[in-house]
């Protein structure tokens, strides 16, 4: 082999080292690139959550038929909302708030502190309003603090009055009418099955459909024909 032809096959060897240099560095500094990307993405964006699935419906039942309805579920505690299953559901009883122009959203709000003043247990299903707003305390699955001996299978629903004879005004008595029909619908019920708190413990409550048999006869005919327009 010549000196010249030794020197071009060193060169080629050389070259050949350069050229894989060349391409690990190429292969180093692209990893590199990318873990600095990932670090600073991290940094900028945060670690990204799973999503929480927020529930918008009223407990297991769809809103098909029913009045509004303002769901602002109690948080879970053994004053107000022990989260009890009901063993089924026979009844709807209706209540008045007994507090002359006591509102839908107070009554809710007086359930809620309950989890921290612990005063007594006391709770609703639905409380409707002096102008018919309907608020959803409990879900429909579980147990309310309000009818004593019947908590475990019926809904309650309480109501607001402007003064003290408990007579309801027309907006709450609408929204009763319509909700208690809904209800009953819903869960194959019918103007029977629905009573008052009166009628479970003797109490004066609704105290206007109380000492008003003729108003609480027509209040069923009414959820009666509500009911047969389903």
Not at 156 to 177: M, Q, R, W
Not at 181 to 210: M, Q
Request: charge should be negative.
């Amino acid at each position: 082999m010549t000196k010249r032809t030794y020197r071009s096959a060193k060169g080629k060897e050389r070259a050949k080292k350069q050229e894989k240099k060349a391409i690990i560095l190429l292969i180093i500094a692209a990893i590199a690139v990318i873990v600095v990307a990932v670090v600073c993405g991290k940094l900028i964006f945060g670690k990204r959550e799973p999503e929480k699935v927020v529930k918008t419906s009223i407990d297991p039942l769809t809103l098909e038929g029913a009045p509004p309805i303002d769901v602002q579920l109690l948080t879970p505690n053994e004053y107000s909302r022990p989260q009890i299953e009901l063993d089924k559901i026979d009844g709807i009883v209706i209540h008045y708030l007994a507090n002359p122009m006591s509102s839908a959203q107070a009554n809710r709000n007086y359930f809620e502190n309950l989890k921290d003043t612990h005063t007594t247990k006391a709770s609703s299903h639905f409380v409707i309003g002096l102008e018919g707003e309907i608020i959803q305390c409990i879900p429909t699955t579980e147990i309310a603090y309000t009818s004593n001996d019947r908590n475990a299978d019926t809904l309650s629903i309480e109501n607001a009055h402007p003064d003290e004879t408990g007579k309801f005004t027309e907006a709450t008595y609408e929204s009763l009418v319509e909700l208690t029909g809904w209800l009953c619908w819903r869960h194959g019920l019918d103007s029977s099955d629905v009573i008052r708190h009166h009628d479970v413990t003797g109490k004066i409550c609704p105290k206007y459909f109380v000492e008003h048999e003729d108003a609480w006869e027509q209040f069923l005919s009414d959820v009666e024909a509500d009911i047969a327009t389903r």
